[in-house]
């Protein structure tokens, strides 16, 4: 057994953009590191900063352009959930194709079909068509398939941004099991909690070099606080009335990217009118990452009156702490008339909440609600 | 260590690795779960369903007989028009699918391709082996065909087998070369039916290899089809074999399957990029 079960060495890739390939795009340069068995390695970054290039290559879709890495062991990857399930074909056929395709024998699969299907939790539906399946379902059997791979090497991108609280538990669950099986993991995820608490070590990418490598609380911290400004800005102006800006402020009104629990905040939403407007109200929505929508506000709400001459306007909302739990959001921003909704960009902003000093909800994966609402508590017997 | 357990080291290349049959050998049950794949997702909510494997060379026989046999009244080698004709329309039928087939399987499958990595060439290969079920039904009905015309086969039926094979490998040699060329010129994809059509009447399927005047016959024999079709009529109905002919025709089947590897394995080297 080799001393790593990953070793990469100068990995760099690059790109040929543009309509004929004249430009150049580094998506990756001169990254290396290693990953021991047993270990799992979390891989943050903004977007753009090469983390997915950097699975792409180690799970051998795409070549780098120059670099090498060893994997030792077999790798089982899982850049998307759902690689090569097919809607027409029932549960049972597809958990059959799949593992194939990661290179798994029939009779290999005729083993762990059972464990396969208990851990997504379907049954029932083994003999019905893909296309029939809830999106939970179907995320569901597409990571109990690749966990159940038997992998020294997992790589995982983001999954868990998807399912239910109770299903992530599970799948991180199996992810830790791997790690003390001697199996390595890779692990790809804006969900800070998970990779802190997972994780034996990260690899901090920042336009596609390693800004840092080594003990997770550090560098996650030190991401955190270079976190990028989330704005929106319109690209064109379309004559009409328009949303054209948006962006998240802490309390003090200075632009910030990531929001401890506890801190009230605010975002600002610039509009323009065009000509005068009878009527005008503008809004935000606070939306999961997933995009439900978890509450909405507007300026009436609070006994504000927008005015509907021409002109440009930015409207500011200030939010109180403590209601959105860690996790990451969403935020949609909406324009419209007693008539008609005239403008609405959604997402407009995402953004992360960190558990911070709060004293809520340190791992979120107990809490499944993404809010939080002080509630009185007594006991009455 | 367990089984299964291998090291891979990756690299840039600007050559394709050496070729690693034990990999696709370990690969083998994808090519099986993929052809079913094809055949489950093709015939699904149809509602003749596999009946169309037969269908399809039986309505081409029955038109052919007519504009061909009776209208046009072509000579078929002292065999019964249709049954000539249906013995061409065998191998050709299943070339022509397992070509076609196989020529889109990387842009087909072009999301696959790019969050996973296996042999590449499992791809084409699946798809010469799916159409195969269909020509084992359609030969079902080639039997009903000779037994109603009275033909006994003779053992030389035997003989079809390594004529299957040879015109799988054809199929393959030639998809893979499209496929690969597709990769980066999708236009060959549309352009495919045509040449497949022009591709038809340049093999003897509804007139006999006879017709052709002898200062063509060399040429004639490059295209494998050729070879393939007058192989299939010669063992169904236990007549001799051109063996020039046909050591010509796996001579030609085999050159096309090293350039079509080669030109495949060329382009798998950047196919996530361009896909």
């Known amino acids: 057994m080799s001393a790593f079960s990953v070793e990469a060495r100068g990995l760099t890739k690059r790109y040929r953009v543009g309509a004929r390939g004249e430009e150049e795009f580094w998506a990756l340069r001169d990254v290396s590191f290693s990953v021991r068995p047993g270990e799992l390695l979390g891989v943050i970054g903004g977007n753009g900063a090469g983390k997915s290039t950097l699975l792409k290559i180690l799970s051998r879709v795409t070549r780098p352009t120059s670099g090498e890495a060893d994997l030792h062991g077999r790798s089982a990857s899982l850049l998307e959930v759902g690689t090569g399930f097919h809607p027409e074909l029932t549960g049972r056929e597809n958990i059959y194709l799949n593992a194939a395709i990661h290179g798994r024998r029939i009779r290999e699969i005729d083993r762990e079909l059972d464990a396969i299907v208990a851990f997504a939790g379907v049954e029932r539906f083994l003999d019905t068509p893909l296309k029939r ?11 109990a398939v690749a966990a159940h791979l038997d992998p020294d090497l997992l790589l995982v991108d983001e999954v868990l941004a998807v399912g239910d609280a109770a299903f992530q538990r599970k799948c991180l669950g199996r992810v830790a099991a791997l790690g003390q099986a001697g199996g390595s993991a890779i692990f790809v995820s804006h969900n800070m909690a998970a990779v802190e608490r997972l994780c034996g070590s990260v690899l901090l990418l920042e336009g596609g070099r390693v800004a840092a ?12 606080s270079a976190g990028e400004h989330p704005r929106f800005a319109c690209g064109v102006r379309t004559g009409r009335p328009q949303i054209v800006s948006a962006d998240l402020r802490d309390a003090q009104g200075r632009p910030k990217g990531r929001l401890a629990a506890s801190e009230p905040f605010r975002i600002r939403v610039g509009y323009v009118l065009p000509e005068r407007e009878q009527s005008v109200h503008v809004g935000i929505g606070v939306l999961s990452a997933a995009g439900s929508p978890l509450f909405a506000s507007e300026p009436r709400d609070a006994g504000l009156t927008l005015p509907g001459e021409a002109g440009e306007y930015v409207a500011e909302a200030t939010l109180p702490g403590g209601v959105l739990l860690p996790g990451e959001f ?3 921003a909406s324009l419209w008339n007693e008539g008609a909704l005239l403008d609405r960009q959604e997402p407009a902003l995402a953004f992360c909440v960190d558990a911070g000093s709060s004293p809520l909800a340190p791992d979120p994966l107990r809490r499944r609600a993404p809010l939080h ?7 009455l017997s | 260590m367990r089984a299964g357990v291998h090291n891979v080291r990756i690299r840039s290349l600007q050559q394709p690795p050496p070729f ?18 094809d055949l489950a997702v093709r015939y699904k909510q149809t509602l003749l369903g596999i009946a169309w494997a037969v269908l399809q060379p039986v309505l081409a026989m029955l038109v052919f007989s007519v504009v061909f046999g009776q209208l046009a009244g072509l000579p078929s080698d002292g065999i019964p028009y249709p049954v000539f004709a249906y013995l061409g329309l065998l191998p050709w039928t299943y070339a022509a699918s397992a070509v076609s087939r196989s020529a889109s399987s990387l842009v087909s499958n072009a999301p696959l391709l790019g969050k996973v990595y296996f042999p590449r060439l499992i791809l084409p290969l699946a798809a010469v082996v799916a159409p195969l079920v269909d020509l084992g039904l359609a030969f ?13 086969p003779s ?5 079809l087998l390594p004529l299957v094979a040879l015109a799988g490998v054809l199929a393959l040699g030639v998809g893979t070369a499209m496929a690969a060329l597709s990769v980066r010129w999708r236009d060959l994809l549309h352009a495919l039916p045509f040449l497949i059509q022009v591709w038809l009447y340049a093999t003897p399927v509804v007139y006999p290899a006879s017709l052709v005047p002898d200062r063509y016959r060399l040429l004639f024999h490059l295209n494998p089809m050729t070879g393939l079709v007058e192989g299939f009529r010669a063992a169904a109905l236990g007549r001799p074999f051109e063996l020039a002919g046909l050591a010509l025709t796996a001579a030609c089947v085999m050159g096309l399957l090293l350039a079509g590897v080669w030109l495949f394995r060329r382009a798998e080297l950047t196919l996530s990029d361009v896909l």
Do not use: H, K, N, Q
Not at chain 2, 140 to 152: D, Q, S
């Open chain 1, 373 to 379: 609402v002080a509630c009185g508590w007594s006991l």
């Open chain 2, 140 to 152: 079902l009905v080639l039997v009903g065909l000779m037994a109603w015309y009275g033909i006994t």
């Open chain 1, 133 to 143: 399946y809830s999106s939970g379902m179907y995320v569901r059997l597409a990571f």
């Open chain 2, 20 to 37: 690693d049959l034990s990999e696709l050998l370990r690969y083998r049950d994808l090519i099986y779960l993929l052809a079913r794949r």
């Open chain 1, 213 to 224: 490598w080594g003990e997770p609380r550090a560098i996650i911290d030190r991401y955190l």
């Open chain 2, 155 to 159: 053992a030389s039926l035997l003989l």
């Open chain 1, 330 to 332: 969403l935020v949609s």
